[in-house]
């Protein structure tokens, strides 16, 4: 079983849906971050969070440490918003990352 | 610079030959990551540097693979003898310190034929 699961695995949605992307994780963590990689591979850093609730324009991210979950959420989905999502976990005692295998969405116009 | 830049953002190498791949880190960041994400795959930590620390190399996946970085700045991902299980995009990433937020590069895609 992998350290971090995200889902769903994809995810289809028409313009200006409330899309909700869920991450697990089965360790002690210090931190949990999550990325975005568009097409083309560039990769860009979303949010760092490591409780509570973290907003940023249409993206919100929450995590609950308890139960060792976190969801991205983005309101009012645009085409734009197409990409891989990835959530990655920062273990408690080590600086290495380690991801979930992305969900990747796509946005109808 | 602005961001995060490696190079070359390409390369394709013969089965056996050693590669080289470079990082220039935002300036003033502490912390570098080396990433890969291979085809299909998740992404993979390889190696971190943090400061003048000792590096953290327990993603390395074999001794074909090292890691140097100059003067707290630019880093150096060296693969010898590459094999095809090597073809990857490799990623760097790098933060103002360790629990701060990362910027990553675009990448070099390596393939090995």
């Known amino acids: 079983k992998n350290e971090v699961e995200q889902s769903p695995q994809n995810l289809t949605a028409q313009e200006g849906e409330f899309i909700t992307i869920n991450c697990s994780y089965s360790?002690?963590?210090?931190?949990l971050h999550w990325l975005q990689q568009h097409p083309g591979g560039g990769i860009v850093s979303l949010f760092m969070l490591s409780s509570g609730k973290k907003k940023h324009g249409r993206l919100i991210a929450t995590i609950n440490i308890q139960e060792k979950h976190s969801s991205l959420h983005i309101t009012a989905s645009h085409p734009r918003d197409s990409a891989v999502y990835i959530c990655?976990?920062?273990?408690?005692?080590?600086?290495?990352?380690?991801f979930g295998k992305g969900t990747k969405l796509t946005v109808n116009p | 610079g602005a961001g995060v830049s490696q190079s070359p953002s390409n390369k394709v190498t013969e089965k056996g030959k050693d590669v080289e791949l470079r990082c220039d880190p935002i300036?003033?960041?502490?912390?570098l990551y080396w990433y890969r994400q291979s085809l299909g795959q998740g992404l993979e930590f390889l190696i971190y540097f943090q400061g003048n620390s000792a590096p953290d190399k327990s993603g390395l996946p074999s001794d074909r693979f090292s890691a140097e970085r100059t003067g707290g700045s630019v880093s150096t991902l060296t693969i010898q003898r590459t094999q095809q299980e090597d073809s990857a995009v490799y990623l760097c990433a790098s933060s103002a310190t360790k629990e701060a937020e990362a910027f990553f590069g675009q990448g070099t895609r390596l393939t090995v034929v």
């Open positions: 300036s003033g960041h502490t912390a």
């Open positions: 990655a976990v920062a273990q408690g005692g080590s600086e290495k990352l380690v």
């Open positions: 360790v002690g963590i210090s931190a």
